[in-house]
């Protein structure tokens, strides 16, 4: 599937319909007052956030979104139908911007949350408004204003509770795989992940999401492998996992990987790291090793890591349990 997380449209309003131009023909009475009704107002553009939707991409088919013109008014003082309102369905967490001036419109924060794009043009007077007692066969009507057009800028950023961030291969997606019903990709080679991947996470009725980012590597930031495009991502997670691959206890492997992300993150935006970030050891199941605590204390030591960290095996289940209990604690007292 193709992850599309931002896209240029143009929004147009319907235009107001005319005003009609008619006199009253009724027997007896050959020349009538003026009956002609207005037109209906033109349609509006609105945009609507919609839970059920995660990119952008049904919107990458069109890029015109119009609403429907107001009807023209009609004789007998009949007034034209308005035009039907354009709902344009986008995910929570869309930024509405507009292309022109770079201003923001709007963020979709809530489900159903729904935002004026462009107002329909007004209707047009009939003939009937401009009757008086000087004009009783007024010639006169208005014709409805054009609809508002604009060209909009849609920024998708997933909202999550907390980011899988590491390498590639290190089992991020296995860990969404079996702690959510998300069921991404799981290989031995790398970049197996190339969109981001959301899942919830369900514990006796608390829940988390959580989004699976593609492996960042080392000079993601110069366009190395997926480069860092999908880090914006994990802009409003409440905290970060950086999932390392214990590499068999090798002490300076895994504390190269690790300087490795940080410096990535780093390099992406500063601000990321003032987040609450954990480091998560996976693989355990492959060392046999009784010295595996002190071993990882002392590289937790050496890189002066001062939040959490924690062992846990993805494929044999090991401390997963524990760790979503962390997670679901440290989000309700977030
Ligand atoms: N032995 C062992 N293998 C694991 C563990 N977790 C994941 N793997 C394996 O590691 C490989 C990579 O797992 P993925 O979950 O695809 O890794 P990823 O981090 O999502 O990789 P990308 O999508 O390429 O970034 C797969 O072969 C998994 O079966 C674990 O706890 N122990
Ligand atoms: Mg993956």
């Known amino acids: 599937m193709k992850f599309i997380d931002e896209i240029n449209i143009c929004v147009i309003a319907g235009k107001g319909g005319d005003g009609c131009i008619s006199f009253r023909h009724e027997k007896y009475i050959p020349y009538g007052g003026p009956n002609g009704g207005d037109g209906g107002n033109g349609g509006d553009v609105y945009i609507c956030a919609d839970k ?3 990119t952008l991409m049904h919107l990458n088919f069109k890029k015109i979104f119009q609403a429907e013109n107001g009807k023209q008014g009609k004789s007998k003082l009949c007034t034209g139908k308005k035009g039907k309102n354009l709902l344009i ?3 929570i967490g869309t930024i509405i911007k507009n292309k022109i001036n770079k201003k923001i419109i709007g963020k979709m924060i809530t489900d159903k949350q729904t935002i004026l794009l462009a107002k329909g043009g007004i209707k047009g007077w009939g003939n009937n408004h401009f009757k008086s007692s000087t004009n009783r066969t007024p010639y006169k009507k208005t014709n409805g204003t054009l609809g508002e057009k604009k060209f909009i800028n849609l920024e998708l950023l997933l909202i999550a509770d907390v980011g899988l961030i590491g390498l590639p291969n290190v089992g991020k997606s296995t860990l969404i795989n079996i702690i959510t019903s998300a069921k991404p990709k799981i290989d031995i080679y790398p970049f197996t992940t190339i969109i981001p991947q959301l899942g919830v996470v369900y514990i006796e009725k608390k829940t988390f999401i959580i989004v699976d980012i593609p492996g960042i590597t080392k000079n993601s930031s110069k366009g190395h492998g997926l480069g860092h495009k999908f880090l914006k991502h ?5 905290l970060l996992l950086l999932i390392i691959d214990i590499k068999f206890l090798n002490k300076l492997d895994i504390i190269k990987d690790i300087k490795i992300i940080i ?12 987040k609450s970030c954990w480091l998560i050891f996976n693989k355990i199941d492959l060392v046999e090793n009784k010295k595996i605590h002190s071993i990882i204390n002392n590289i937790i030591k050496k890189i002066n890591w001062e939040d959490k960290y924690y062992t846990i ?10 760790l979503c209990n962390e997670i679901i604690n440290f989000i309700i007292n977030k």
Do not use: A
């Open 313 to 322: 095996s993805c494929l044999k289940n090991k401390n997963i349990k524990f």
């Open 234 to 238: 994990i802009k409003y997670c409440k």
């Open 263 to 274: 410096n990535e993150l780093n390099l992406y935006n500063k601000e990321l790291l003032k």
């Open 89 to 91: 369905y986008v995910p």
């Open 52 to 54: 059920n939707l995660n």
